[in-house]
């Protein structure tokens, strides 16, 4: 069993992780972190846990750990991070000095040359960029993000439509309150509401996913040449971001040859890999949050509503945001580089 | 006064329709229509109230007549109807002979190309379809529709940037449960939820746009040569329908250019018209449907999110679905059918 | 394995069960009745799946068969009944006379004096009536009832509690809306809203519990002499339900003897009975609908906020009101019945 | 014109305040406060206007100003205040010795002896303990209270029966969320959920409610003496609270006696005082938080459901709980402070 950490465990997604890890087959959790303030004391009593399965056992009683390369036991090999990404931007580089492989959810660095923004389904090829990272940044161990919870929903699918050659991409997301962390969005903002704005949310989706659907040649990320606009909401669901996506493509490819590609898009050999990745529903109604978001233990894609347009395929897709989206991805993550021998 | 009626008085809408004309300062409710069970009932017996404003006192003991152009009083002048559509079908030709001026919402018909589908302050020039309409028809009365509530939310906002030549139009709704009806959602269906699908819907709105935005010349509708593609949804808010709308012209106009043509939408000079009819709000965050939804007392459309994409402007547009999109749109109709002299 | 049936398959409580008995040690869904339109249909086609795991491959293609003896198979020999109450008052006895055990949740015969109306952990010696009952009413077969959804949640806590001679009981329900049935309440009733009344329930609520807690001798139930007085709210949650229960005593038991006998409730030995029985939290801020609805797998009772009052002791209760409020208490009825020799 | 002025402007009740004085027919708003950190924005800019009306012109430009009586202008008379109830417990007192009458929401000295805790329909003679208070406390201003949103929703109904002598009452609250401020709930904590447990609220309950039905003579108030026992709830509704109400009498009023009671119930000649002050409905699926929260322009209270008990009467009640419950709840207290000359 490889020993984890968790950077900023106290929190939404941090209480994910460990819901995910607790029985994961593969990864046994070494040690916790939070802030300052909650260091010292027992993990059942920093966290104000609010996953709907029970605090686990083995957790509820680990003393919480300062998010800092001292305080983490020195058998740890892999270090989960979602920590606020003003705070990732200082703390994470002094365990990647440390020599600690991070593989995080934070935002920061996510657009830089040198950091693998990474779906194991997707890119994995873009794993090779760490060797430039070590070489640039002169770090002993390595970073990988996993993109933002929108973006991650949305790219599995235009990534098993590669080859009809993406030209433009219009996308409408109907994302879930999680995804703003525990207080993120308050009651009397969502309540009989929706709210038309993200901050950032939108310019994430417009650079992660050209960053994604990249070609990996000499240690340099070709981003996708293509138009990606998005307009991103927020809605009154607990979780599961749901998005209404348009394809122009440079080939004419039709309903059939887009459905058969969604539905036959390849897993990955990974623990937490769904297979399939994608599942596509017939009926129209379908995916839908509360109904579809655990498609795949949550891990997977779910996508419906395939229709022609007047200029290329519209579809729906869903995942859920706080397990594909966050956690989940960077656990996934965490098994290609350990499939891959960074460990 | 002019002594209007209400076609399926009863329902939702029928119930909006009754809230407006209180205190109309031109119509008279004169005749309230229902199915045939509750006929001889008192309105407030045959009717569940749900309106946020008490049932008038005025209309609570007026007997509920059977929807047949014999239970009409003679001075009666012009009906709304709120019909199902496919009794609507059946029901609006008997009044439509029997000498009757119709401003319906039902769906029969919005498309045909002798009946004018009419918002005021976007092309009150179509009906002048009505005198091809009796000829052809052979009807005494005259029949004009209001288009589909969601089709209305945006075309105002379209209408208004006609000058820049609008040749393709992505939307995605997030539409309010009160669009389908008293009971057309369930709770099971919606709470912690959203639906990726509307029945119709996406059609409606693709031909109701062009058909609205369309030029009337010798009597007939050339719609607008634009390719309209629409994704509806349906989200947990009681009313309000919030679009995102991306589209692309064949001049390029500015953030600046766009922002100044809404803001400058002309409003009609009619009872229930706002004025403005477009409220820019410049906050990102806005509009809202709790919050805004009742801009220009239901009536008014506003507008937000203003950006540049890479192929042209984006923006989110709001209105409240069953004032503006439903009973207020038929009212309005029928305020300019007074006004062009048709009652 | 037992062969069972499920009458009224395809609605919400329907769905249920087939949930519920997917995976089942001891049964195994031998036959699905529903109404006659649906008879012939493929299960898959028939109902209108709305759970949040996948319908299951084994009840997927089943064919459903009419809601009547000749059409169940001779091999079945346990029959759950979700059907409406008004219908269930008609073919319930006809399976009864051909022989069945029926154990039902529908709300007709629940307060007849030959019918147990039972919950394993509360009164499994009611089940000793079967005999006056088959001796009066001439069946061959046997009908079992559970109580009302919202009663369940309360009365094992309040049975627990019968050492301290209970003497009056005040509650106030906030119930999710999954209790009313797939199309019960609409969403434009609910959202950002509450119903101060449910048709029928607070009779249910003060009758059913007195009849559980009752004590039976001489093939009679002598009922609680005791006063219990509901009021029964409605409010947007989808699945558990939630009580603020006050109980006056005819000792005086302290907060302490109160959180001790509940805790202590003993857990009946069927595979579907959850253990611990009830859960106490010491957070007064749990139990919350959704966090804790799915204690012990949606059968267990879950308490809090327990605190003296001026004239006795207030706690909250909460149950998973689809699962140990409907199909999984007439499952666990069903796995009595077995244990007991009925089958 | 009496001009006022707003302690605590910005927040939610704040805003409330100035919608509700916006065309005031007695008071003009004077001043406007804020923390520090907004002293010298407008207020446009330093409130984040949650409101579904828009922000009144007049107000939107005015400078906001620091907590503090140098900061008040001089012909301001009476101050509203709707600060946190720990700032109000410090700068409250130093407004009073500068000579301010003030007319607060907060809830700190509701229970002190000398400060009059007062709804002008139930005990307008509370307000004669000021010449004690000034007496006492040395201060030239005068403090009068009123009650929490959950107290004021019930004790006029109480109030209204204190004929039929009041001996106990069992309450259960269904509370929206604005009643905890604008963030006071996160979105996460209560969509498809319910929280149990309001810290403090049940004891404010309890506690104001037998002061105010409080008796006064020789400058004291004698508190009702009954058994008041509450359960707070929080449920996933913007605005509004219902309470499920059980009393037991020392007399026994029939249903026919209580519900005329309260519909008799006598309102007050102030600006703001509603007329009923009780509305009372036959149908027991009344009064619901969204159709009914507006009665009386926000400041009615709406009973319905009322009926015999084993042990006296139960009724549902609901008031809005941001204006009856506070900010107007606070002006209709300073009308009455200018009607009986204490300005």
């Not at 997604?13 to 046994?28: M, N």
């Not at 979780?239 to 440079?250: A, I, S």
């Not at 059939?256 to 539905?263: F, I, N, Q, R």
């Amino acid at each position: 069993m490889t020993q984890v950490g968790i950077l900023g465990a106290t929190g939404a997604v941090g209480q994910r992780f460990i819901q995910l890890l607790t029985d994961h087959p593969d990864f046994d959790i070494g040690v916790l972190t939070a802030s300052a303030d909650s260091a010292g004391d027992s993990y059942r009593s920093a966290a104000k846990w609010q996953v709907d399965t029970p605090i686990p056992e083995s957790v509820a009683d680990q003393t919480v750990r300062r998010t800092d390369p001292e305080a983490v036991p020195d058998d740890v090999d892999l270090l989960f991070s979602s920590l606020p990404s003003d705070v990732a931007a200082t703390v994470e580089p002094e365990f990647l000095d440390a020599g600690y492989v991070v593989s995080s959810n934070s935002s920061n660095e996510r657009q830089a040359p040198d950091v693998p923004l990474v779906i194991p389904e997707v890119n994995p090829e873009h794993l090779d960029l760490l060797a430039e990272q070590q070489d640039r940044r002169g770090w002993d161990g390595a970073l990988v993000k996993n993109p933002n919870c929108s973006t991650i929903t949305m790219v599995p699918a235009l990534a098993a439509l590669r080859e009809f050659e993406i030209e433009r991409v219009h996308v409408a997301t109907l994302q879930a309150v999680s995804g703003a962390g525990y207080s993120g969005v308050s009651s009397m903002e969502i309540i009989d509401n929706a709210l038309p704005h993200i901050g950032g949310e939108e310019g994430k989706m417009e650079h992660e996913s050209r960053k994604l659907l990249g070609e990996y040649t000499d240690a340099t990320i070709d981003w996708l040449d293509a138009d990606v606009t998005a307009s991103c909401n927020r809605i009154p669901t607990i979780d599961g971001h749901l998005e209404n996506v348009f394809v122009e493509f440079g080939s004419d490819p039709s309903v059939g040859d887009v459905e058969s590609a969604l539905a036959s898009a390849e897993s990955a050999a990974l623990p937490s890999a769904p297979d399939p990745l994608i599942t596509v529903f017939s009926d129209p109604d379908r995916p839908q949050p509360r109904l579809d978001r655990m498609v795949g233990d949550g891990m997977g894609i779910a996508v419906g509503g395939i229709q022609e347009t007047a200029t290329g395929v519209q579809f729906n897709v869903l995942a859920h945001n706080t397990i594909r989206g966050a956690a989940g991805a960077s656990i996934l993550n965490g098994e290609l580089l350990a499939a891959r021998g960074w460990l």
